[in-house]
């Protein structure tokens, strides 16, 4: 008998459904309606019910803001975003002024994809929580795994000329020293994002440098035309990504870069029970893949928070957020108190032909992502720099 | 160029008075017509876009100057804007935040005194070449230089700075509304003045015919680059007056999507007569940010929208006033409203029907998964029946239909009305 | 061949031809009079389709009236506007061509003739159109619509802005032209060539044809000339 | 039949052509033409189609620069000039065909030029409809024109009479002393024409005119001295009644017309 | 010897691919200044039509395989082309250039929403035909006997690094040699139309008097529409090669949207040889920086030992790599040819 049992618990999901990201979008808000039916009502301890708004902020922080000004009138006082760590900075620093300036009415940011490890370090925020690991996070995983991997001897960095891709270029050069000191760096170029449609001239430069490795947190086109290109031009080295997965990336893929390209992420297809069995309905009803399982984060905690908290208030919602452990799909899991960052297992996929113990194949290619590493949340937790200013 | 003497409008012209009076009026009651958070913003973007349009167009309108580059000095000046704000909040600089948005004024006339020197020397498709590619230069450039434009994520700032001024402290939106409406009503009346000057018109001059221009005295280099400067002046405040609003400016705002959005609006909205841009600039908030709230079809709609108006309303919405208020002015407007009435019916009966498809058509590809009905205008349709198809086909044909039959006899009685307006005038001439 | 029957025509709603009725028999000079606006050129323009009127107007019996420009071109029509209209961005010889409307077939004139009538727009074939004096456009205009070998040739003020030696020239060459068996219709307000080579004057007013004869006859009466040329 | 004026005899010359060349590529279209005209002289400039009349008045406008040779006005070298700067030393031109403000007012078009001769400049502090002078002699110039009826009325919509009359006007309006017309009177009927030509005195009285003229009439009722220009060249510079009398004007130009009509 | 293989053959990929590049941006502006220079319209829907090419490409190749529709793919679209020009372009024409240079623009929207309407929001797996896929040659680097060419795939171990040689590969793809091969012949097919025949005089005297050119006997509308029609199929035949040889996504056109804008204006409007330089010019522009990695800093520092470093005023911009400059230079060309050459380097008349 819970004060807000029943009660509805609107999300305003404030992500690009148009351009460039227009179809991860569209995944992710298909993700998001998907599980408010599977984890609202029964689904969660405080057994309230989930609605998810959705507003097209085209990718634009600008436009993110007008968005959560629609939002609040609506009376909507959870947010979420994912897609562009521009627009979630933004997010962040909004939802500070707004909270600030209209106590009473606070709203709580609950982050999914955007990974820019300064939203948990310099650009902390007590508003803020982030169910996705971090650029740096990934990068621990990804280089602990490549440190046991001899052939990794020369490693060339290309990424998109955009927040993300700067990170992912940064932390590659600071962690690698650190575990490999003596991998060398033979080259690093940054090409303006999803504007390139010739990749070759930078292939060509890779193989000029003799690189056997590549570092890149390209995703969609910006990737399949890179291994595209690749392939063309005969460059056999590996391939370690971030988003293989996101809509778009494995069709365009196909078969190039077979057993080549490696993924890391804080989920994978090839969950056990209960995963695999949504992952399917998912594919039957959307004819599409579920990838963004920071989504089953977010409503499990937001579960948890408000039996803890008893209240689907957020200020109360969010103090127990902080610190929260819970039981998730990849294990246990907990919400960092210091910078609102998840702690959580991370997994390293190759890219290779679909067979009978790795059956689901992505956007029904003949291929699919299969688990060769898996990290506990220690090994890839990174420290934070986050002076986090709670409400007094 | 605030020197007073703009201000004295002719005190007889009692026109004039009610005009800038309502327009006046319209500003000030805004909010407490439509008072939510979220409309308050919406109104303020338009004022600022108001300022931005009516700045366009005195490229484009009055100069003959098509710019796809315009977002740069808007864009520009928000920059510099937000940048002396966050000066301000670190103390480092006195200046009230009202002021701010005129930092982005001389920001927007430095880079156009810069930039257009090189764009003005050449008119016509050439200057529209050299604004498009300045245009690409800046936006690329903003991506190199993440200190100037802070990179994907944009500089962001904060208003509430430094001690109120009584009391008005920036943070409630409305306050900032208030502020914005009175930069757009002093920048409109300026912008309106300027084409009562000489160099106003003599840019309408060289639109016309520079040649012509060349041998009574004047350098049409030099006309176009001085107004080329103003506009710059006009659309770096519009650009502050946005830093302001959203407290965050990212390189979008300098891209050749905002000015290809300038253009469009501002040709919506009539680049021919002077309140066009005005009409183009409240057009343009609503189906950029309103729209795409409304429906995912949004970007078809509004491409669908630019093809019928370019072919059926080249001279935008203000010249079908205009014509409208002519016809009125000799006093025939009530013999169409019964016309007018049997096109508005029928044309929403035929626009209701194709909505319905195209709202279909969208939820059977992306949403099909969450079932087959679709809230539309309050209805549900059920998107896979048979029945919700053919009833949307009927609407939308006998929509149609009708449409077309109303239309022809509009067109016929339009005919007919515009040809004794001829005569008229011939009459009064011959007196 | 051409019979114009009680011709209208309007501009928007401005009605400036009133039912105007006249024939030409081929091979035969008519010269068309009138002050500025009496209109002459809408009546040209209305025959050839440029401008659209209301009555009829048979060419050998068939009914050009809706016809599009081209349409009547095609059926042996020619039109030398009163502002020239040469194609300033191509050279006089590409002009010429353009004048020609199946490639290389220009029955009985060749590019010779031309030159030849005017030899100064010999010395400029390789030049832009465009820079052209007015007298020179002048020459061209008359020689492109002859490439296209009409039966019927409308020239309207053809001996504008042109030296009186050339307006001679002028008058030559429509004798020429009447030697070829090709009828002309002469759209004049100044009486110089017109008496001369014509063998009708018909004098409009109004939109209306309010004189017709002979050039004798026209000279004679000086009512008619007082009353509808001069002031 | 007016003669030279005393007076503009004695007085300093207004245009001086020393010499000129223009050749467009390897064409010479003018070939060391010289011509000195006496200010407040009428002169009208003839000439066979192609001669060069037009491009001599587009080089001393400045819209075209001589291939060689000196252009002088009131003394002072102005060939390569841009023509505002040479409109604002006080000369002022016309076209052969109309080049108005198509889409203004036949008062916009006047008042527009008017304004640099009242240094008004590029101003936008100050409120066209407070400059009383400009408005002033705006309505006194279409008034002189018999545009007054028409002052509203855009320039594209006027009658071809009413452009030639608009393109005077635009000439003149500046208030330059030396005014070059380019066949003025093209495409008017007589009875228009001899209307034309009294406007035409009326608002040059006690300027520098020069004018191209094909229409003889026009010609000997307009002008003191008659220039002769023949491939690029001026052949003779008199008197109406010496240049009617020159056999090689008769030859070159003339032709026989003359004899008749007139 | 001591130079690290694969410096000469480097350079020799990097010149073919920026050419390759360049072609693909000819076969696309060739039929933008058609349309621009004839007809003076700024057909902002071009690099819409050529994604439209690219996916009808895909379309029929699932129905008559692939060669058929290379050709009936930019036929279609040449149709529909020819279909907006018959039923909304002509109707503004009148209006003037702005309006006619709206239309398009809203055009082009309409065409990615319905492209994406009916084939997705995302890329589609239009693959080359077995005859194009691998590659057309190799070649081999080797530090002893130095470069040669293989054609066709050259077997793994000629590329074996072994204890005495150092061997390089570098595979040349067919679909670029097909796509450089298709780009040529279009230049000679619309060179002889061109100059060849007298619609291109007929075109540019509708320019400027329409209106005469009908009255001398010429069917003007009928040759615009032909000519606009040309211009789109010419950008879907481009599509269907782009298409194969890149990647078919709706957001295809967005990439070369304006880039084609530059090659038309820097190599003259109105001249089809200057397309064809500016088409080369800009695609090596876009290529070979790339494989610079110097900036003005290290530029200056190595010629006078400048010291310049991140406390140096403007080291923002002296650190910009040319790689990463890399973007702009064509629009930075663009704005200096404009200034200085208003006529495009082989244009005939300006704007
Ligand atoms: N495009 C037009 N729009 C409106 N009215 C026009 C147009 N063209 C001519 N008119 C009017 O139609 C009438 C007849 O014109 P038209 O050109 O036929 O006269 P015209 O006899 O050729 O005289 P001229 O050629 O010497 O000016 C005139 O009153 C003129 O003002
Ligand atoms: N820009 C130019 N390029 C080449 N030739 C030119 C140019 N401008 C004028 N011409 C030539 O110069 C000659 C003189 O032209 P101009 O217009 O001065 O003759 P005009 O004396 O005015 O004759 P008209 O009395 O027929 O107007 C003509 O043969 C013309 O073709
Ligand atoms: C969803 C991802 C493709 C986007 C990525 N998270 C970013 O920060 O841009
Ligand atoms: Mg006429
Ligand atoms: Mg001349």
Partial sequence: ALAQKGETVKIAWIDPLTGLMGPVGQNQVNSFRFFAEKLGGAGNPAGVKFEVVPFDNKLSPAESLTALKAAIDQGIRYVTQGNGSGAAAALIDAVNKHNERNPGKEVLYLNHSAVDPDLTNSKCSYWHFRMDADTSMKMEALTTFMKDQKDVQKVYLLNQNYAHGHQVAKYAKEIMARKRPDVQFVGEDLHPLAQVRDFAPYIAKIKASGADTVITGNWGSDLSLMLKAANEAGLTAKFFTYYTGVTGTPTALGSQGDGRVFQVSYNHYHLPGQMEKWRDEFQKKFDADFYTGSVIHIYTALGEAMAKAKSTDPVKVAAALEGLKFKSFNGDVEMRKSDHQMQQTLFITRWQKADAKYSYSPEKTGYTLVPVAQYEPYVASTPTSCQMKRPS | MSTPSEFHFKPWNVGRWVIWGGFALVLLLAPTLWTSGFALTMLSQMGVAIIICLSYNMLLGQGGMLSFGHAVYAGLGAYLAIHTLNRVGAGTLGLPVSLVPLVGGLGGLAFAALLGYVSTKKAGTTFAMITMGVGELVWSMSLMLPEFFGGEGGVSSNRVVGQPVLGITFGPQVQLYYLIAVYCFVCTALMYAFTRTPLGRM???????????EFIGYSTQRIRYIAFMIAGFFAGIGGGLGALNFEIVTAEVVGAHRSGAYLLFVFLGGATFFFGPILGAILMVIALVLLSELTTAWLLYLGLVFLFMVMYAPGGLASLIMMNLRVAAFGKLRRLWTAYLGLFGTGAAALVGIGAMVEMVYHRQLNAALGPD???????????????????????????????????????????TQGEIEKEIKRREAL | MLEIDNLHAYYGKSHVLHGVSLRIEPGEIVALLGRNGSGRSTTVK???????????VRWKGEELLGRKAYEIAHRGIGYVPENR?????????????????????????????????FPRLKERQHTEAGVLSGGEQQMLTLCRTLMGDPDLIMIDEPTEGLAPKIVELVGEYLRELQRRGISVLLVEQKLTIALEVSQRCLLMGHGRIVFEGTPAELKANAYIRKEWLEV | MSTATPAASAAPFAVELDNVHKSFGKTQIIRGAQLQVRQGERVAIIGPNGAGKSTLFNLISGRLVPTSGQIRLFGERIEGKAPYEINRKGLARSFQVSNLFPKLSVFENIRCAVLWSLGYRYAFWKFLSDLKDANDRTDQLLHQLHLDKRRDVLAMNLTYAEQRALEIGLTIAGGSQVVLLDEPTAGMSRGETTRFIQLIREVTEGRTLLTVEHDMGVVFGLADRIAVLVYGEVIAFDTPEAVRANPRVQEAYLGSVLAQGH | MTERPGAVDQLIINLLNGFSSGLLLFMLSSGL?????????LNFAHASFYMVGAYIGYALTGVVGFWPA????????????????????????KFGHVPELLITFGLSYVLLEVVQLIWGRTSVPFTPPTQLQGSAFTLVQSSVEGMRLVWGQAPAEMCQNTASVLLSCSRFPMTRVFMMGVALLMLVALWALLTRTRIGLVIQAALTHPEMAEALGHNVPRVLMLVFGSGCALAGLAGVIGGITFIT??????????????????????????????????????????????????????LFGAGIGPSTPGWPLLRITLAQAAPILPYLLLVLILIFRPKGLLGTREG
């Fill in chain 3, 46 to 56: 209305t025959v050839m389709g440029l401008v659209d009127g209301h009555g009829s």
């Fill in chain 2, 374 to 416: 679709l809230r539309y205008l309050g209805a549900t349709l059920n998107t896979e029946s048979v029945n919700t198809w053919v009833g949307a086909v009927f609407v939308m044909l006998v929509g149609v239909g009708l449409f077309e039959l109303t239309r022809r006899e509009f067109a016929r009685q339009w005919g007919d």
């Fill in chain 5, 70 to 93: 290379l050709v009936l793919a930019p036929l279609v679209v040449g149709a529909l082309g020819a279909l907006f020009e018959r039923g909304a372009l002509r109707r503004v024409h």
């Fill in chain 2, 203 to 213: 840019l309408n001059a060289v639109r016309d015919n520079p040649e012509r221009v």
């Fill in chain 5, 249 to 302: 996504e709706p957001s295809m056109a967005a990439v070369v949207g304006s880039i084609i804008f530059v090659v038309v204006v820097v190599g003259g409007i109105g001249s089809l040889a200057g397309a064809f330089v500016g088409s080369i010019l800009v695609g090596l522009l876009q290529t070979l920086p790339l494989t610079v990695d110097g900036s003005l800093a290290t530029l200056l520092n190595q």
């Fill in chain 5, 33 to 41: 200044t058609l349309i621009f220079s004839m007809m003076g319209v």
């Fill in chain 3, 85 to 117: 209209d040469i194609f300033p961005k191509l050279t006089v010889h590409q002009n010429l061509m353009l004048g020609q409307k199946v490639s290389g077939k220009s029955g009985r004139w060749s590019f010779d003739d031309m030159y030849g009538m």
